[in-house]
Each structure stands twice: as C-alpha cells, then as structure tokens.
C-alpha cells in the first residue's frame, strides 16, 4: 500500500543545531508540504513543493527550507535550530487531480534544548 | 483576523447527541472546503468534503453558506469514537490549504 512516512518521529536538540527532519512518500504524488502544528495556532504551512526542483514558501518559512530533487522526498531543514521551533511537524502530500485530499505523515516531535 | 476560524470548545456530548461545528472564512474568493478529523497525538485525516448543495455522509452533513461564508459540520447520534478534533479547511487557489485551529469534541457514555 502506497503511505507517507516521517523521519526521525522524536527528536531532542540542542539550540544553534542543525536538523533535518526527512519525508518520503510513496503516492507519487506532485504535491508536498510541510506543516507546524502548535497549541493556539493549528496547522501553518511551512513550505511546500508541486514536483521536482519546486519549493515554495508558506506562512512560516523563516529558519526552514526544503529541497525537491525527486519526487517521493521532501526534507525540511532547520538551518540553526531555536526554541521557538520546538513543535510537531507533519508532512504531507496530495495528488494534482485531488488537491484537497491530503494524506498526513505520522508526525515529528521536536523539541530544541 | 484568522484566514479560517473556528470555537476551540471543547463540545462535550452524551452518546447519540447531535451536534454541530460552525467554521468563517475571511477569503470570499476561496474555492473548495473540507472537513478533516483529527485524533490525539495523531495525523489528520480527511472526513468530508462540503459542497455547495450540501452533502451527507452517514450520520455526517456539510454544509457551505457562501454568502455568510460558513461552513458547518452536524454531527448525529454520536458515538464515543468521534470523539477528536475537527478541522476546517479551505482551498483558497493553487494547491494549499488553509487550516482552521480545530473543534474539540467529546463525546461522554
């Protein structure tokens, strides 16, 4: 069955690191994206992808960015983690025939020491 | 003011209640509207989506008020495991979703 996985799902770090949270999904799907989800705020886009070498910027792109080489991987970098990127990420992708259909990763818990 | 609103609750309900969710949406130009539920501690998932006319599925209705620009979830003879979030969503162009910060429900025995 085709899914969406999440790498690591739990992470403790230290500020000023670097992180790479990784996301594969095996839909084939052109769509991907990268959410935050924190109490107060619901899900924010982060960044997202419509095929390969595609990235874009969402809502709250500041201290993120993504690379798009193939298809099934979307990994989100954090270039210097803060405390204020402590959060849980999920990723997700979706089809361009069936764009609000979204099929969500497990999640990432990240927490930045 | 938030692109999709919603009331956090939480909705707490005995088993085989009804109840509804209300959810806005600042953007008159959106396009597409989704319900999505969420467990705790989980990845959301897509329940319905709302159509214009309205659309029922199960014990599940959607309905979309374009000139108000509300969209509304009735849920009926609820049942424990509906107990979750549930989040609004709205398609304003392109491929992204917006998400509303979710309804709490609780559904108690």
């Known amino acids: 069955d085709a899914e969406i996985t999440q790498s690591p799902r739990h992470k403790i770090t230290e500020t000023g690191r670097q992180v790479t949270l990784a996301c594969h999904q095996t839909?084939?799907?052109?769509?991907m994206f990268w959410y935050r989800q924190d109490l107060g705020h619901g899900l924010r886009l982060i960044h997202y992808s419509y095929g390969v070498q595609d990235t874009n910027k969402g809502e709250v792109s500041d201290g993120y960015s993504v690379s798009r080489s193939n298809t099934e991987d979307l990994p989100l970098t954090l270039e210097s983690a803060a405390s204020s990127q402590t959060s849980v990420y999920f990723c997700?992708?979706?089809?361009?025939?069936?764009?609000?259909?979204?099929?969500f990763g497990e999640g990432s818990r990240l927490t930045v020491l | 003011r938030k692109e999709v609103e919603q009331d956090p609750g939480p909705f707490n309900v005995p088993e085989g209640a009804t109840v509804a969710f209300n959810c806005t949406y600042s953007?008159?130009?959106?396009?597409?509207f989704f319900w999505y539920r969420q467990d705790c501690r989980k990845e959301p998932k897509l329940l319905m989506s709302?159509?214009?006319s309205g659309n029922e599925d199960g014990r599940f209705t959607a309905q979309l008020n374009r000139a108000s620009q509300y969209i509304s979830l009735l849920i009926r003879d609820s049942k424990l495991s509906d107990s979750a979030t549930y989040l609004c969503?709205?398609?304003?162009?392109?491929?992204?979703?917006?998400f509303g910060g979710g309804t709490r429900l609780m559904v108690k025995p």
């Open positions: 969503v709205v398609n304003n162009a392109g491929n992204m979703l917006t």
């Open positions: 997700a992708s979706s089809s361009t025939a069936n764009t609000g259909e979204l099929f």
């Open positions: 839909w084939n799907h052109n769509n």
């Open positions: 953007n008159s130009a959106s396009q597409s």
């Open positions: 709302v159509y214009s």
